[in-house]
């Protein structure tokens, strides 16, 4: 009898996305919460928000253009309440300081006055 020898390797695959099956479970959920929030906070702030997207990224939670549409990791619906509003507002406050200057923390202080305890969490945990 011939001898085989299988040899399993283990292969690393590059992602540059997240994974598909838990976008698909999540997508909605993550966008319900994303329009909620965003409705709620900017009664207090009045930007104007062109649009919302829920994206399936390997590293940000969230993201904003100059043309105001926010872009939003699906992972916010799994986040507690609190990083996940922070994440909103962050990105909402870009519509008013599009960067990240004392201006623009003093504008995220205004809804959360802790942000610099969630942002460093939200700095641990991995996306
Ligand atoms: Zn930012």
Same mark, same amino acid.
């Given at each position: 009898?011939?001898?085989?020898?299988?040899?399993?390797?283990?292969?690393?695959?590059?992602?540059?996305?997240?994974? +598909?099956?838990?976008?698909?479970?999540?997508?909605?959920?993550?966008?319900?919460?994303?329009?909620?929030?965003?409705?709620?906070?900017?009664?207090?702030?009045?930007?104007?928000?062109?649009?919302?997207?829920?994206?399936?990224?390997?590293?940000?939670?969230?993201?904003?253009?100059?043309?105001?549409?926010?872009?939003?990791?699906?992972?916010?619906?799994?986040?507690?309440?609190?990083?996940?509003?922070?994440?909103?507002?962050?990105?909402?406050?870009?519509?008013?300081?599009?960067?990240?200057?004392?201006?623009?923390?003093?504008?995220?202080?205004? +809804?959360?006055?802790?942000?610099?305890?969630?942002?460093?969490?939200?700095?641990?945990?991995?996306?």
């Amino acid at each position: 009898m011939r001898k085989f020898r299988i040899v399993w390797r283990r292969v690393k695959v590059k992602r540059k996305k997240g994974n +598909a099956l838990e976008y698909k479970k999540y997508k909605e959920a993550a966008r319900n919460l994303a329009d909620n929030r965003i409705s709620y906070y900017n009664k207090l702030y009045g930007f104007a928000v062109n649009g919302v997207a829920i994206k399936n990224a390997k590293t940000r939670w969230g993201s904003c253009s100059k043309k105001g549409n926010l872009n939003f990791n699906y992972k916010i619906a799994l986040l507690p309440e609190a990083m996940a509003d922070y994440v909103i507002v962050h990105e909402l406050c870009h519509l008013g300081e599009f960067n990240h200057s004392k201006k623009f923390w003093d504008l995220v202080g205004v +809804a959360i006055p802790n942000h610099k305890l969630l942002r460093k969490k939200i700095q641990n945990i991995k996306l």
